[in-house]
């Protein structure tokens, strides 16, 4: 008996153990690969607080943004600036993960727009130029959550693990543009946008991970933390924006106005770079990880209505078609894959059809006007199949005098079961409350 014993521990030692090794890193040491998808911004307190609705109206400086041939609307220079406060509450419902999943809530201010605008004639022909920062996509998103492991097969496992997530950062362009009158009643005009991450930072965005957990196993106690720091930089894209305003019918004070805007497709080329720390009862590792990767965006065709009924009443309407199908990435080595979950080019990305209405009442005084505005949207974001449905209204009102505006708006966008997967976290989905203001101002000269 006394040699059978002496025989099993080194049998433990050789056998048992370096399973338990393995059983405990397959578990521990790689928590699930989150990622942060791209949340769309729209430009501006007019537009989005008569619903985003302003591919036939765009009479400011962001018409760079939402229809460049609108920019011919502008009668003299006029310098703008545009500032946002996000707040998103993502409600998450576990599903079979086996998972406790913590809601997550981001609040961050921006600078969403900046321009200056500049009427001028050549050649008998009026233009006007603008020059415009842009904010486009929004990367921010924190989740915080448990994981529970219990696995009484040899080596048996009872491990307790608590991950943070954090996303923040996002993408801008800067866009010149021109617009150019061609007949009376219609204009266009084109917008080159240049994306880039180099204007406030040196990085696009950023994501980290944060794991430590403690437990049993085989008997022996345990414990783990993984940090990972993910950063996107040197993000480059280039792509065009063609648009057109027609007054397609005029009578007294009504006018009926038809907008069509076109976003060219591009690819955008960044760098991940990746370094991790992982230490546990096993050892430590650390490692860094430098990819390039190729992106491609999708192209976009949006049409728009706008009604003035008289002096102080105007209403409006677009739709607009992306076709989120063609977004996927490819990385150095020929890898691809889709951006949303990482997955395979194999499943599908549908295309989401937008449609947004506004309107705006003017009150006139003896020297300022004051708007009040509105608006109802179905904008639906990509997912991996379905789109998500995302329903909202926006609320919005200012003050006009000679020679300067302040206009404020509210927006509130929410969807219900947005599928996990999106975001690397397969079989969990949640519910998404977005509130959103902004404070914009514009100087006439």
Known sequence: MKHKR????????????????????????????????????????????????????????????WNPGALMQLERPELSVV?????????????????SLGDGAVSRGDLNYASVAYPFRVFRKNFVAALNY???????MNLDFKQTTEDRTPPSLNYKQNIDFESKGGIGALTPAISMLVVPKLSVGVAINFYTDEFFGNYAWKQSTRSTGVGTLAGTNVTSTYDSDTTFKNFQAINVTTGILWDVWEKEDKLLTFGAVFDTPYTADVDRITDFTSISTFGQSTGRERKNFEVDYPMSLGLGLGFRYNDALSFSMDVTWT??????????????????????????????????????????????????????????????????DVYGFSVGSGITFKRFSLDGAYQFRRANDVDGEDFGLSGADFDLNDHMFLASVIVYF
């Not at 500032?83 to 998972?99: A, C, H, K, V």
């Not at 842009?134 to 921010?140: A, E, G, M, T, V």
Request: some cysteine.
């Open 6 to 65: 002496i025989l099993f521990i080194p049998m433990f030692l050789f056998i048992v153990l370096p399973l338990a090794q393995t059983s405990f890193a397959q578990f521990s040491l790689t928590p699930p690969n989150i990622n942060a998808t791209p949340l769309p911004v729209g430009s501006g307190a007019r537009a989005i607080g008569q619903g985003s609705a302003f591919i036939a109206v765009a009479d400011d400086a962001t018409a760079a943004s």
């Open 83 to 99: 500032g946002s406060f996000l707040s998103t509450q993502q409600d998450f419902d576990p599903g079979s993960t086996g998972w």
């Open 323 to 388: 076709d989120w199908s063609e977004f996927k990435q490819e990385d150095e080595d020929g890898n691809k894959s889709r951006p949303l979950g990482g997955v395979s080019t194999d499943r599908d990305i549908d295309d989401t059809y937008a449609v947004r209405c506004g309107t705006e009442y003017l009150i006139f005084g003896k020297k300022v006007i004051i708007p009040v505005r509105g608006g109802l949207f179905y904008d639906p974001r990509p997912s991996l199949d379905d789109p998500t």
């Open 134 to 140: 842009q904010q486009i996509y929004d990367f921010h």
